[in-house]
């Protein structure tokens, strides 16, 4: 009998019949058999951790790209998890996403967690729109985790263009193409369709008897986005066995599909007469999406044959700032607009103070981009200099970049490229500025703002993207200085895209470049508000009417200061 009982456990086992409680008796014996309750794991998919990774950094699957959802799992039960699947569903029907709704998962030990990657292809159907995913952890016993739903901006396919906007040809050894003389070619391509062109390359085609001494025959341009623009340079020379007067030059531009590019063929004569330096290309990108675009040329006419003035003033000092990548910088869910040439403005602005306005490159202190730590503290730098001259310093304070009022104060702020208006806790005021530059004592401050105070920026952006613009508070100027501002406090600061400026920096440079400097603050306010007023109106359709803002303290002196007196 004692052999009985064994079989009789073993047969309840194997018939899946065995409750909690197992009693009975065999002849002289009685038994007792307790079966344990599962040991169930605890599985939270950790929302704050969910990430969406993708090639472009929009946050948003693109047509024909590859992401990826991330998030953490963690197991916080009592039990390990085991034999875990991962499901995911997505409940829009979005066209054009392909991923597994199903994925076995690695054991999840109590107390750890696991990173999980779903893979996620978006081909040429994806529309714009939003995906809405559910993800569910299963566990065979039922205890799933709970499910959480994620949603995920999509994006319909936008084509690249490439194209050769422009090219140029120079020779530092004369002034003409010659036989067995090097010469450069230099060729402009930029990106003028909506969609990014990845893998762009060009590749220049030669006749016999020509040689690319360069050796960039095929030259990748990496991804240009909307609207930039790369420039080339091609080391060429023809043998002394070249025999046409003509030199063929055949340009092939492709991209990663293909079919976005173009091919351009550019002839050259033999004797042909061209520049006897090295010319200056700076085709400055901007990244703001629009269904239109200007084509890149060669630099603005005052980006070139910048006077030379000899004088130097040892005391006059500059800050310039130029903020115009905002978009990469944000900190907070949304992101503000870029500001269109505001890098370009800084830069040109930089060399007119140099060379036309006196002031020595060491003393010059110059950044783009700037975060909020790095303006404050140029902003202080510079203040702690003024203030150890003493009265005979002098400043020039040039800002290109967003600038926004407080919705409720109409306190206005310079922004820097990881603040936005959402949240202006680290934003300059600059009415701050004011003050700090002031304290100094310094004997002359001029300030340029190529900025707007209405919440309207070049590209809009900011929060005051919305109809109604907010008319910013002026804050009392101290100590003797002169604010030159791009437009009034109800006006947007606008760009001059064929010349690749803002319109107020644009014929501020003009007239450094027309008069060597050698202009009265009176007078150059008179040109800047007539001449920008009249291009706004002619080119951007709007008003943008330039002013000034002076301290009491030089009201009655200002008109007759100059830039540079002594050109």
Same mark, same amino acid.
């Given at each position: 009998?004692?052999?009985?009982?064994?079989?009789?456990?073993?047969?309840?086992?194997?018939?899946?019949?065995?409750?909690?409680?197992?009693?009975?008796?065999? /002849?002289? %014996?009685?038994?007792?058999?307790?079966?344990?309750?599962?040991?169930?794991?605890?599985?939270?998919?950790?929302?704050?951790?969910?990430?969406?990774?993708?090639?472009?950094?929009?946050?948003?699957?693109?047509?024909? @790209?590859?992401? +990826?959802?991330?998030?953490?799992?963690?197991?916080?039960?009592?039990?390990?998890?085991?034999?875990?699947?991962?499901?995911?569903? @997505?409940?829009?029907?979005?066209?054009?996403?392909?991923?597994?709704?199903?994925?076995?998962?690695?054991?999840?030990?109590?107390?750890?967690?696991?990173?999980?990657?779903?893979?996620?292809?978006?081909?040429?159907?994806?529309?714009?729109?939003?995906?809405?995913?559910?993800?569910?952890?299963?566990?065979?016993?039922?205890?799933?985790?709970?499910?959480?739903?994620?949603e995920v901006a999509t994006r319909a396919f936008r084509s690249p263009q490439l194209i050769i906007a422009d090219y140029a040809v120079q020779n530092t050894g004369?002034?003409?193409?010659?036989?067995?003389?090097?010469?450069?070619?230099?060729?402009?391509?930029?990106?003028?369709?909506?969609?990014?062109?990845?893998?762009? &390359?060009?590749?220049?085609?030669? #006749? $016999?008897?020509?040689?690319?001494?360069?050796?960039?025959?095929?030259?990748?341009?990496? =991804?240009?986005? %909307?609207?930039?623009?790369?420039?080339?340079?091609?080391?060429?020379?023809? *043998?002394?066995?070249?025999? +046409?007067?003509?030199?063929?030059?055949?340009?092939?531009?492709? @991209?990663?599909?293909?079919?976005?590019?173009?091919?351009?063929?550019? *002839?050259?004569?033999?004797?042909?007469?061209?520049?006897?330096? @090295?010319?200056?290309?700076?085709?400055?990108?901007?990244?703001?999406?629009?269904?239109?675009?200007?084509?890149?040329?060669?630099?603005?006419?005052?980006?070139?044959?910048?006077?030379?003035?000899?004088?130097?003033?040892?005391?006059?000092?500059?800050?310039?700032?130029?903020?115009?990548?905002?978009?990469?910088?944000?900190?907070?869910?949304?992101?503000?607009? &870029?500001?269109?040439?505001?890098?370009?403005?800084?830069? !040109?602005?930089?060399?007119?103070?140099?060379?036309?306005?006196?002031? $020595?490159?060491?003393?010059?202190?110059?950044? *783009?981009?700037?975060?909020?730590?790095?303006?404050?503290?140029? !902003?202080?730098?510079?203040?702690?200099?003024?203030?150890?001259?003493?009265?005979?310093?002098?400043?020039?304070? %040039?800002?290109?970049?967003?600038?926004?009022?407080?919705? &409720?104060?109409?306190?206005?702020?310079?922004?820097?490229?990881?603040?936005?208006?959402?949240?202006?806790?680290?934003?300059?005021?600059?009415?701050?500025?004011?003050?700090?530059?002031?304290? *100094?004592?310094? /004997?002359? !401050?001029?300030?340029?703002?190529?900025?707007?105070?209405?919440?309207?920026?070049?590209?809009?952006?900011?929060?005051?993207?919305?109809?109604?613009?907010?008319?910013?508070?002026?804050?009392?100027?101290?100590?003797?200085?002169?604010?030159?501002?791009?437009?009034?406090?109800?006006?947007? +600061?606008?760009? =001059?895209?064929?010349?690749?400026?803002?319109?107020?920096?644009?014929?501020?440079?003009?007239?450094?470049?027309?008069?060597?400097?050698?202009?009265?603050?009176?007078?150059?306010?008179? %040109?800047?508000?007539?001449?920008?007023?009249?291009?706004?109106?002619?080119?951007?359709?709007?008003?943008?009417? #330039?002013?000034?803002?002076?301290?009491?303290?030089?009201?009655? !002196?200002?008109?007759?200061?100059?830039?540079?007196?002594? #050109?």
């Amino acid at each position: 009998m004692k052999n009985l009982i064994p079989l009789i456990i073993a047969i309840l086992i194997s018939a899946n019949v065995l409750p909690q409680e197992i009693k009975g008796r065999s /002849g002289e %014996y009685s038994f007792n058999i307790t079966k344990d309750p599962p040991k169930p794991p605890y599985l939270e998919i950790l929302a704050n951790t969910i990430t969406l990774t993708e090639r472009d950094g929009n946050s948003a699957i693109n047509a024909n @790209e590859e992401a +990826s959802l991330k998030f953490n799992l963690k197991n916080s039960g009592v039990g390990d998890g085991l034999g875990l699947k991962l499901s995911l569903t @997505e409940t829009t029907n979005a066209p054009g996403l392909n991923f597994e709704k199903e994925m076995p998962l690695n054991v999840l030990k109590v107390g750890q967690s696991m990173e999980i990657e779903i893979p996620i292809r978006a081909n040429m159907n994806t529309e714009n729109g939003t995906a809405i995913f559910q993800i569910t952890v299963e566990e065979p016993n039922g205890f799933d985790s709970d499910p959480v739903v994620v949603e995920v901006a999509t994006r319909a396919f936008r084509s690249p263009q490439l194209i050769i906007a422009d090219y140029a040809v120079q020779n530092t050894g004369g002034n003409r193409i010659q036989k067995r003389r090097p010469f450069d070619v230099q060729v402009l391509v930029q990106n003028t369709g909506e969609g990014n062109a990845e893998n762009a &390359n060009l590749k220049i085609n030669l #006749p $016999e008897n020509m040689y690319c001494l360069s050796a960039n025959e095929s030259q990748s341009l990496g =991804n240009l986005k %909307y609207g930039d623009a790369q420039t080339i340079s091609f080391n060429l020379v023809t *043998t002394n066995e070249y025999t +046409s007067a003509y030199i063929p030059l055949k340009f092939d531009l492709s @991209e990663r599909y293909g079919k976005y590019g173009q091919s351009k063929e550019i *002839t050259l004569e033999i004797n042909q007469e061209i520049a006897a330096k @090295e010319l200056q290309i700076d085709a400055t990108p901007f990244e703001t999406v629009k269904p239109e675009i200007t084509v890149a040329t060669l630099n603005s006419a005052v980006d070139k044959n910048i006077p030379l003035v000899a004088k130097k003033y040892p005391n006059r000092f500059a800050l310039i700032i130029g903020n115009e990548n905002y978009t990469d910088y944000q900190r907070e869910l949304s992101t503000e607009m &870029n500001v269109a040439f505001a890098r370009n403005d800084a830069a !040109i602005f930089r060399q007119y103070t140099e060379k036309v306005l006196g002031v $020595e490159a060491k003393i010059i202190f110059f950044i *783009t981009d700037a975060t909020s730590g790095k303006m404050s503290q140029e !902003i202080k730098t510079v203040a702690a200099i003024l203030n150890r001259v003493g009265s005979d310093a002098e400043l020039i304070f %040039y800002y290109a970049g967003h600038g926004f009022p407080d919705e &409720n104060t109409r306190t206005p702020y310079l922004m820097p490229v990881d603040v936005s208006a959402a949240n202006l806790s680290s934003a300059i005021k600059l009415g701050d500025v004011y003050k700090q530059l002031a304290e *100094t004592g310094a /004997g002359r !401050i001029t300030i340029f703002l190529d900025a707007c105070f209405s919440g309207g920026g070049r590209e809009s952006g900011l929060l005051a993207a919305r109809s109604v613009k907010v008319k910013p508070r002026e804050d009392a100027l101290l100590g003797k200085m002169v604010v030159f501002t791009a437009s009034t406090g109800e006006q947007s +600061s606008l760009p =001059n895209r064929s010349e690749k400026h803002g319109m107020f920096t644009y014929f501020l440079l003009k007239k450094l470049q027309e008069t060597q400097g050698n202009i009265s603050l009176q007078s150059l306010a008179d %040109y800047l508000n007539r001449e920008v007023s009249i291009e706004s109106l002619r080119k951007n359709g709007k008003e943008q009417d #330039p002013t000034v803002l002076v301290s009491p303290e030089v009201s009655e !002196i200002w008109e007759t200061w100059k830039l540079n007196p002594y #050109p």
